[in-house]
C-alpha cells in the first residue's frame, strides 16, 4: 500500500525559533497533501491543502504567514512553524493523495512541544 | 457543505463484544466514505472505504454499508478485541466539497479483556 513518512516523529523547541516538518511520499506521487493539527482527544483540524508546484490553500483562522507550506514536488511536501509559542504545540499530521483516488494516506505524525 | 456526525464516546466493551459505531453525513454529490483508525501516538489508517450506494466495505472483521437512503456508514464488528481500542473517524470526500475531506470528531472504543 501507500505509504507516507514524516519527519520528525517529535520535536522540542524553544519559543521564538522555527520548525520544519517534512512529509514524504515514498511509493506514488501525490499531487495533493493535506496539513492537519490534533489537539489532545479532539478530531482532525485541517490546516491548509497544497498542490505540487501551487501555493497552499489555507483554511479560515490558520495563520498562513505563521504555517508556511511548501509542496516543492510531487513526493515532498513541508510545513515550517516560524516564530513557534507554546500554544503551537500540538500533533500535526499530514496526508497525501494521488489523482483518481480520493482516499487519503496519512504519515505517522510529528508531535511538536515548544517550550 | 459536507458535514459527518459521529456517535460521541468512549465507547467501552468486554473482548468479543459486538460493536456499532454511528456514522451519518451530509454531503452535496455522491461522496466516497471512509473510516479511519488512530491507534495512541499515530497518524491514520484507512481501515476501510465505500464509494457508492449499497457498496459494504471490510477489513480485519469491520464493516460498513453505504446507505444513501439514510446517509450513513455505520462500522460494525461482530466481536472486538483488545487490540482494537483506538479512536475510529468516519469521514467523507465528494466533488461537491472539491475532494477536500471532511472527518467526523472520531469516537474512542475502548475494549476490556
Redesign the interface.
Known amino acids: 500500500g501507500a505509504v507516507v513518512s514524516q519527519h520528525p516523529s517529535w520535536v522540542i523547541c524553544k519559543s521564538g525559533t522555527s520548525v520544519k516538518i517534512e512529509c514524504r511520499s515514498l511509493d506514488f506521487q501525490a499531487t495533493t497533501m493535506f496539513w492537519y493539527r490534533q489537539f489532545p482527544k479532539q478530531s482532525l483540524m485541517l490546516m491548509a491543502t497544497s498542490n505540487e508546484g501551487s501555493k497552499a490553500t489555507y483554511e479560515q483562522g490558520v495563520e498562513k504567514d505563521k504555517f508556511l507550506i511548501n509542496h516543492a514536488s510531487l513526493t515532498l511536501s513541508t510545513l515550517t512553524v516560524t516564530s513557534a509559542h507554546p500554544e503551537d504545540s500540538s500533533f500535526y499530521i499530514c496526508s497525501a493523495s494521488d489523482s483518481g483516488i480520493h482516499e487519503q494516506y496519512f504519515g505517522p505524525g510529528t508531535r511538536l512541544t515548544v517550550t | 457543505g459536507n458535514s459527518v456526525t459521529q456517535m460521541e464516546g468512549p465507547v467501552t466493551l468486554s473482548e468479543e463484544a459486538f460493536l456499532t459505531i454511528n456514522c451519518t453525513y451530509t454531503a452535496t454529490g455522491y461522496p466516497?466514505l471512509?473510516w479511519?483508525v488512530q491507534y495512541p501516538?499515530?497518524?491514520?489508517?484507512?481501515l476501510l472505504?465505500a464509494?457508492k450506494a449499497d457498496d459494504k466495505g471490510s477489513n480485519k472483521g469491520f464493516e460498513a454499508t453505504y446507505r444513501k437512503e439514510t446517509t450513513s456508514f455505520h462500522l460494525e464488528k461482530g466481536s472486538v478485541q483488545v487490540s482494537d481500542s483506538a479512536v475510529y473517524?468516519c469521514a467523507l470526500?465528494s466533488l461537491g466539497g472539491s475532494?477536500?475531506?471532511t472527518?467526523?470528531?472520531?469516537t474512542?472504543l475502548i475494549v476490556h479483556p
Do not use: A, N, V
Open positions: 466516497s471512509f479511519y501516538g499515530e497518524g491514520l489508517q484507512l472505504k464509494t473517524f470526500s475532494y477536500i475531506p472527518f467526523g470528531r472520531g474512542s
